[in-house]
Structure formats: C-alpha cells, structure tokens
C-alpha cells in the first residue's frame, strides 16, 4: 500500500498517529499517553508510534512517503523551538526521529495543522482563503491564504488580537485578549459569574445536577429557554463576533470555520446570531465578498490529517 502519509498530534497529554492515504483518509489512529523524558526518547516514542499505526493500516514504513508533526508551540524547519507542555527549547526534532525512521519529516504548530487538515479534508474543501478558529482552553487559529498556511515558524495568534482595551490580563503579557472573552474558558468564568448572580435559574440547577460547567451548559440551559444563560450565550456570540469580524475585515476570506467543544452547540444559539452580528460589523455588508461561517468538521482528526498533508499547505 504505497503512498501514504503519517500525521501525530502531540496533544497535552496524549500522542496520537495516523496513517493517511494521499486523497486525505485517515486510514488508521494509534495512541498513547505522553510521557516525556528527554528529546531523544520522546523522537523515539513518535516514531513507535508512526510505525504502529501504519501496521493498524496493514502497512509498514517502506509505504510511507513523509511524516508530518502537529506541536503546542513553534517550529523553525525541522527544529522545536518551543512547547507549551512539554520542556523543549530548540530541539532538532526532525533529525532525531529520522534516527529512528528514515522518512522525510515536517513539523508544524497543532493549530495551524488543525487548519490544514479543515482546508485539505474538512469545511475548507473548495476554498482559497480560508481560516479555522478553535475555540477551547484558548482561542487557536489558522490561517490559509491563496491555499497557503501563513505563519510557518510562528503560528498566527488570532487568539491575542486584542478586543478589550486595558481589559483583562492575559498570560502572553497585555491586557484584553480576545482569547480572555472568546475562549471556552473563558465562557465558562462567564458562565459561572452568571450563576453567583442568578442562584435560582436553570443554568444553577443542571449545573448542580451534572456536578460540573463545561462549554457545553450555557447552551442546553439556553434550549431549556432559561433567561439566564439565553444572556450568557448572547454576551458570549458578541465577544466572538468582535474578533471574527476584526479578522474578516483584514483577511477578507471565503469563509471561517469554527472548532472545538463549544463550536458543537446548537445552530440557532452560536453560528446563526454570530453570522447575523458579524454580518452587521464588517466591512463587507457595503459590499464584497462576504465570508461564509462555517462549523469545523473534523473534530479531533483536523491535527493528525493536516500535518500528514503538511506538506501540501507549506511553500517550501
Ligand atoms: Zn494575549
């Protein structure tokens, strides 16, 4: 079976591997929980990992034409610069996995690899320019112009676009982030304020029933048409349409794709007011393109089928 492609998505504590055939199909997943000792066993670790999940493919590394690695950081050619969760600073990764498999290899930050994957496979099939947002822990994003990722070396930190002046702090240093008001996090801080003040609404009662708020609450007590979270779902697609609409104005692209737990709530609570706001902010509504929004469809396979196709999105 020649041809294929291996994508691994190092995630926060998983790794995970895929076998790809050329048209973009994952063929087979393996994983394993991450545990990182030192840069040579980790580079060992993915190889593992690369070659068992082309054996769940029922095939082996001389069917492999390249390996492409999805990393929570930056990247410069086949060096890490960088991981959030994991302790490496400028580690030749490239050069120590092809010690333990001889395959071209490609490294690439998690998002913009979840950005090619949505490109290549997923709801950015048929576009040019194109951008996925990813709203979880923080607010990821990737960038695709004229089919080209931008950002390489650095990933594009739509995340930190600042749409709250002198608001609140964010870990990369300013205040008023997007990511601080936009994030599934940061939906949640907004959910539980909401609860300390309304102690007797629905959103308190399934809340308690379920034992936890996730991205997911304020929506099912929205559906249930409780008044409370109806205005935290509201606030929330505001603070998302700000950003979104800031970025449309510059890129101008066909469309953007939204990702992550919280892109999963219902049509008529995020994406049908978010394109209904976004279409009264942006530029566009004088005319022009108007860009098309749009829920991800890959889910957690973007990672691993972009940086299998890495390849195909980078200029080099
Ligand atoms: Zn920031």
Redesign the pocket.
Known sequence: MRGLYIGIDVGGTNLKAGAVDAAGRLLAVERRPLAFRDPEAFAGDLADLAEAALSAAGAGPEDALGVGIGLPGAVSGGEVLYTTNIPMEHVPLADLFRRRLDLPVLLGNDADCAAAGEFLRGAGRGFRDFVVLTLGTGLGGGIILDGRLRGGETSS?A??L?THVGGLP?????RG????YASATALIRQTRAAMAEHPESLLCRLAAERGTVDGRTPFQAAEAGDETALAVCRQYVEELAEGTASLINLLRPEAVAFGGGVAGAPEQLLLEPLRRRVGELCFSRHGGRTTRILRAELGNDAGIIGAALLGRVTST
Not at 170 to 174: Q, T, V
């Open positions: 930190e995340g930190h600042v964010c870990p990369c240093g300013r982030c997007w990511e601080q």
